[in-house]
């Protein structure tokens, strides 16, 4: 065992290297398209990630992003005001890898191999690996009051987030489960129509800081509502790849990071 890993995380509760537990949270992603550990993270290691992030801010790279909710270019070929090109809002602040200190426990987590291990095993994946860039791997991202992330579905078939502070209103993830189908080409307009007319109720997720969040967000979209009031929302996010060698696209990285190295 990864003695600086056990001295950060709660093994007890989420004993990553039993094969019932593996299969447990295998058969929970399954069921529901997210997986919560909550309380992965002990206090005193939220206490020094909450350090260590309000110690970098002003590395921070802020951004409001204009996109569409399927977070591709505008589809010129159907008419204005359609559901598929409609604008959606999102804004906060990104650190990137490279400013995030490599004895941070975000890093510690990212590669200890009991925690890879466990997450090929949830996600039915051989191996997992890093962004071959030195900005997209570990990633802590900034809410501010006001600021928010807009209705989308990712990239991405899958996402780690852990939350290190929560804000004293709003910034709560809500989500509609398979609200489209992308390995069929289905993009559901005219569901996103009516959710973006406010036709839907989504589900919230209910987190803690310490909670780590696994969530598949190819099909369900979802959001983060603005924060309110003034303590900043902090969460990371932890992105791995199932090939080797893979970056970030260029215009992806100039958009959330505003460089390319
Ligand atoms: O901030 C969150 O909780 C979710 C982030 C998210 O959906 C994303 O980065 O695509
Ligand atoms: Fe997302």
Not at 207 to 235: A, K, M, Q, W, Y
Request: with cysteine; hydrophobic share 35%.
């Amino acid at each position: 065992m990864n003695e600086v890993l056990a001295a950060m995380i709660d093994f007890e509760r989420h004993p990553f290297k039993s094969k019932d537990f593996q299969v447990q949270c295998k058969e929970k992603l399954d069921a529901r398209g997210v997986l919560v550990l909550n309380k992965l993270l002990l206090p005193s290691t939220i206490k020094t990630l909450i350090e260590e992030a309000n110690a970098n801010e002003h590395l921070a790279y802020y951004c409001n992003n204009s996109h569409n909710i399927y977070l591709r270019p505008n589809d010129e070929s159907l008419p204005e005001g359609h559901s598929r090109n409609q604008t959606i809002s999102s804004s906060k602040g990104c650190i990137m890898d490279d400013q995030v200190p490599s004895e941070s426990p975000l890093k510690v987590l990212y590669s200890a191999d009991e925690f890879q291990d466990f997450l090929c095993a949830v996600l039915g994946e051989k191996a997992l690996y890093k962004y071959d860039d030195n900005l997209s791997s570990v990633n802590v991202h900034y809410a501010h009051e006001g600021q928010e992330l807009g209705w989308h579905f990712d990239n991405s078939a899958f996402a780690i987030t852990l939350l290190i502070q929560k804000p004293k209103g709003g910034g709560s993830f809500e989500y509609i489960r398979d609200f489209r189908d992308s390995d069929n080409d289905e993009m559901n307009y005219e569901g996103v129509k009516g959710l973006l007319n406010g036709e839907y109720t989504p589900s919230v997720l209910s987190i803690e800081p310490g909670d780590l969040v696994l969530f598949r967000g190819r099909n369900s979209v979802h959001r983060v509502t603005p924060t309110e009031g003034g303590r900043v929302r902090i969460l990371s996010v932890l992105a791995y790849n199932t090939e080797p060698g893979v970056q970030l696209s260029e215009s992806a990285r100039m958009t959330f990071y505003g460089r390319l190295n």
